[in-house]
């Protein structure tokens, strides 16, 4: 007997049924919830400072030229269209062009993405099985360990300081036994500590992967912002076991979720073809807005100086007014980037009168706990300041605040 498609069934109702949050998938519900940084003991006002955010200055973003470029590209159909038009999943050739010719490799290893998180997230995804194990800096960016832990791999943290993570440790712990999957790291300007990977550590890093057989995973969302425009060397790309993950979040804003990924030819078709799975390609509109003005002799230049200016000013005020401030705070001072990471004097009981004090006087910033890559409370000891993303005016009462308060522990 055969049934209509139209012929409803009656099947019998189970006596209960299931609470709908048991629809949820096993591998989704043991994650770690994510978390914002920081918490502000009270709601934020007028006055509110917030020392949290790594996102770039306003004043560096290129307000003017992207309304422009963005009226010029929707003002017609011939333009218009194709800028609102579904793309490529590995980008638009013209960008991924443009890109490589600035990072002197061929365009087919480059693919475009929603920012550096996610270059870092398809690489680790296409690579990462539960079992593996991946090294991470140590303190760590957050984030990073979210995406590990939704390959099913293990987390083996290394000490990073002042000079980028300590390749030597990792090197005595490859002679011990230990067979990564992948080491990831952000070189330049860490964060959050702020250090910086010297060129002959990157080159022993490399052949430490190439000895282990594992890659290097370089974050480098910071490199362009060394004060005098100068940093080390980068990582050889000519290797088949370095990836990088770069973003336009630190030069053209952090909305446009633009970034690149530069992977060797072994890796590259597997992250395009993992990519086409889950977002299938960046904004197309995005990535012609960028295409444009990165199309522009020396645009691209000039702004990384415009905002290297911005940011080395911050870092020295920042500094400076923390360094007036007493010898509460044990920190280097930022050779680049957008933090200062610095250890409370006191240990964790004064961290924890100054973090209070300082959300009392309407000021949050991020606590070193955090950065923990074990998510075991560590580092609450310590504090991020983030002093990029605050407008000028802001940060200096900031400073000021959080330099009374202190002066007054």
Do not use: C
């Amino acid at each position: 007997m055969t049934t209509s498609l139209t012929t409803p069934v009656s099947t019998p109702a189970p006596a209960l049924a299931p609470a709908p949050d048991t629809l949820i998938a096993s591998r989704i519900a043991a994650l770690s919830l994510s978390s914002p940084y920081a918490v502000p003991a009270r709601k934020p006002g007028p006055d509110f400072v917030n020392l949290v955010s790594g996102a770039p200055a306003v004043e560096a973003l290129p307000l003017h030229e992207i309304r422009k470029v963005t009226s010029e590209l929707l003002s017609g159909p011939e333009t218009g269209g194709p800028a609102l038009a579904y793309g490529p999943n590995a980008g638009d050739p013209a960008l991924r062009e443009l890109i490589a010719t600035r990072e002197g490799v061929d365009p087919a290893r480059v693919l475009i993405t929603n920012g550096g998180l996610h270059g870092t997230s398809l690489a680790l995804q296409a690579v990462a099985e539960p079992g593996d194990v991946i090294v991470v800096d140590d303190p760590v960016f957050p984030d990073t360990i979210r995406i590990v832990e939704n390959t099913g791999a293990g987390i083996h943290p290394v000490p990073v300081g002042p000079h980028g993570i300590d390749v030597e440790v990792l090197a005595e712990r490859l002679r011990g036994g230990l067979r990564p999957k992948a080491v990831y790291t952000v070189p330049d300007f860490h964060n959050p500590n702020g250090g910086l990977l010297p060129y002959e550590r990157r080159l022993r890093l490399v052949e430490l992967a190439e000895q282990y057989g594992f890659f290097v995973l370089s974050d480098n969302p910071y490199r362009q912002f060394a004060p005098d425009g100068r940093s080390e060397p980068d990582f050889p790309l000519d290797s088949d076991r370095v990836v990088v993950a770069h973003t336009f979040a630190k030069t053209l804003g952090p909305g446009l979720r633009l970034g690149w990924l530069i992977a060797p030819e072994w890796l590259a078709p597997h992250v395009i073809n993992l990519r086409r799975r889950y977002d299938f390609q960046s904004s197309t509109l995005s990535q012609a807005i960028a295409r444009t003005l990165l199309a522009r002799d020396d645009w691209f230049d000039q702004l990384l100086a415009h905002g290297r200016d911005i940011y080395r000013e911050r870092a020295e005020l920042t500094v400076r007014s923390l360094r007036e401030a007493g010898d509460h705070l044990e920190f280097d001072d930022p050779a680049g980037g957008f933090f200062v990471w610095a250890k409370v004097r006191g240990g964790v009981p004064a961290a924890e009168r100054l973090a209070e004090r300082a959300r009392e006087a309407g000021i949050v910033y991020s606590v070193g706990t955090f950065y923990d890559p074990l998510q075991q409370g560590r580092y609450a000891d310590h504090l991020r300041l983030a002093y990029s993303a605050a407008r000028h005016e802001h940060l200096v009462a900031g400073l000021d605040r959080l330099t009374a308060v202190l002066k007054s522990l």
